[in-house]
């Protein structure tokens, strides 16, 4: 028989499993120099006043196997709001399973739900496995989009920049 995954919503108590999983991401992806979120952190942004993203979390057998880290965008030419996924992990020992496919079908059904125009993500272009992966879902790369971000000490900079 082949293994079942069942997905819930992350709650308050579930944020050292969630800090456990993005600190594994981390490890996968070589970005673990770059984690700097807390528990405290996570319980405040994304179970206290102000929660800005969503986690789902993916158990088999009772175990944790996987989980997806969200949040609503929205796009001004549908004029409806998306669902980005931030992150995505599968735990090794359940990766060929289709735990990851299972995450991805929920959030897709979540997004009809929610009425939301499209569901969207990044993936490292390193990660061949992936892109395979998620091209064999039916999703397309985006080659005409260059992604900016702007953090640190040029975040500081620029939201200063008025003020001299």
Do not use: Q
Not at 5 to 28: G, M, T
Not at 64 to 81: I, V
Not at 130 to 159: C, H, Q
């Amino acid at each position: 028989m082949a293994p079942t995954l069942e997905i819930r919503f992350a709650n308050e108590d579930d944020a050292p499993l969630v800090l456990s999983f993005i600190k594994r991401l981390a490890e996968y992806e070589r970005l673990s120099h770059e984690v700097v979120a807390t528990e405290e952190v996570l319980r405040e942004t994304l179970f206290g006043e102000r929660r800005v993203a969503e986690v789902l979390l993916g158990y088999s057998d009772g175990e944790p196997a996987a989980f997806a880290l969200f949040f609503h965008n929205f796009s001004t030419f549908l004029g409806k709001p998306g669902i980005y996924l931030e992150d995505l992990f599968v735990m090794p020992e359940h990766r060929g399973s289709g735990f990851g496919k299972e995450m991805l079908r929920y959030l897709a059904r979540l997004a009809k739900e929610r009425d939301c125009g499209r569901l969207e993500w990044w993936v490292l272009d390193w990660n061949e496995d992936a892109i395979r992966f998620y091209k064999s879902l039916g999703a397309v790369p985006m080659d005409e989009w260059t992604v900016f971000r702007v953090a640190g000490n040029s975040l500081d900079s620029l939201a200063d920049e008025d003020r001299r």
